[in-house]
């Protein structure tokens, strides 16, 4: 029988049939790239391109098993420290911000469909955290899991809404969308009173109640925040809540170093869910890192929000290492 490179030279076989071949060699046979390239009669150079076009074109999803990363001396040592029910700890990498970023988005996108289940109602916040996630999930069905967006919308410098967040997480797991049809921030306290007394919008509202299971980021309070950026808060409004114990923002709301809801001049303003909501659920978690949200992660943590951490390892020591110089 000719080889496959006959056949591809001859028309009977296409390029993709043969990148296809390549990947099944490579990681489903165990052959090393010498052994492929023997095998189709091409170079050790064409085997690379092969398996890095069938990574490219998505031909090949790679994952490792969660227990790698949820078994790690940080994730066991976090759950030990703040009480959580799992911790995945993703390796920093040597790429700088934007690696770890993309590594720990793309960990919790593969972690999340095991932490749901059949008639689950999941809670979803939104930026660019949630966004990223949502990209990265594989998708998959899960009989009966609905999801609600957690916060109305807003614009945002990366070019998506909270409306985007939610129905790409619903859409990735085969679920239910329950989208809140409103701004995250009125204009006049006024105007919320009204619109929370519509019969859709109170359904809506109504139904973040519901969820028994939640996902978010927690954002800083720096002006060059999310909250900020996104128009939920101006940098005046940000300032007050600062001076009046801030240290995080949690689904559009402040909350203090506790964790406890901070009550302010955007309460009456805000359309979304109250935090006292999101407190206690069968699962919570949060994915964030960086220096600046370490503060905002332990306040989130203490305030009973989060039961599943995803994080990296300077975020994670960082946050063990400021546990410990409280408890000296």
């Known amino acids: 029988m000719p080889s496959i490179s006959t056949r591809r030279a001859s028309g009977q076989i296409s390029g993709e049939d043969i990148v296809v071949e390549a990947a099944w060699l490579y990681y489903h046979d165990g052959l090393n790239q010498n052994e492929i390239a023997n095998r189709l009669k091409v170079s050790r150079a064409t085997v690379v391109n092969y398996l890095q076009e069938a990574r490219e074109r998505g031909f090949i999803h790679i994952s490792l098993a969660p227990e790698a990363f949820t078994n790690h001396r940080l994730a066991c040592e976090l759950c030990s420290v703040f009480g959580l029910r799992a911790a995945y700890v993703l390796p920093d990498g040597t790429g700088g911000p934007d690696e770890q970023f993309a590594r720990v988005t793309r960990g919790a996108a593969d972690w999340l469909p095991s932490l749901v289940a059949p008639g689950d109602r999941l809670g979803v916040a939104w930026g660019k955290t949630i966004y990223d996630i949502a990209e990265n999930i594989e998708e998959v069905v899960i009989p009966g899991l609905t999801v609600l967006q957690l916060v109305g919308s807003m614009s945002t410098p990366y070019g998506f809404s909270a409306e985007v967040c939610s129905s790409n997480v619903a859409r990735k797991l085969g679920a239910k969308c329950l989208n809140l049809h409103v701004p995250a921030v009125l204009s ?53 809540y600062v001076d009046h114990g801030a240290a995080g923002v949690l689904c559009g709301r402040f909350i203090d170093a506790a964790g406890n809801p901070l009550p302010g001049p955007l309460d009456e303003r805000m359309m979304g869910v109250d935090l006292e909501d999101l407190r206690g659920k069968e699962m919570g978690m949060l994915v964030s890192l ?39």
């Not at 306290?189 to 109640?209: F, H, Y």
């Not at 332990?298 to 946050?319: C, D, E, F, K, P």
Request: some cysteine; charged content about 20%; hydrophobic content about 45%.
């Open 290 to 328: 960086g220096e600046e949200k370490v503060v905002p992660m332990i306040s989130a943590i203490r305030g009973g929000y989060v039961t599943h951490l995803v994080t990296g390892q300077s975020a994670a020591r960082r946050l063990l290492d400021m546990a410990a110089a409280e408890a000296a």
């Open 188 to 240: 006049a306290a006024e105007v919320a009173t009204v619109l929370r007394k519509e019969p859709i919008i109170a359904a809506q509202l109504e139904a973040t109640r519901t969820c028994n299971k939640s996902l978010f980021a927690v954002g800083s309070c720096d002006h060059d925040s999310h909250i900020v950026s996104s128009g939920v808060s101006t940098p005046e409004e940000l300032d007050w």
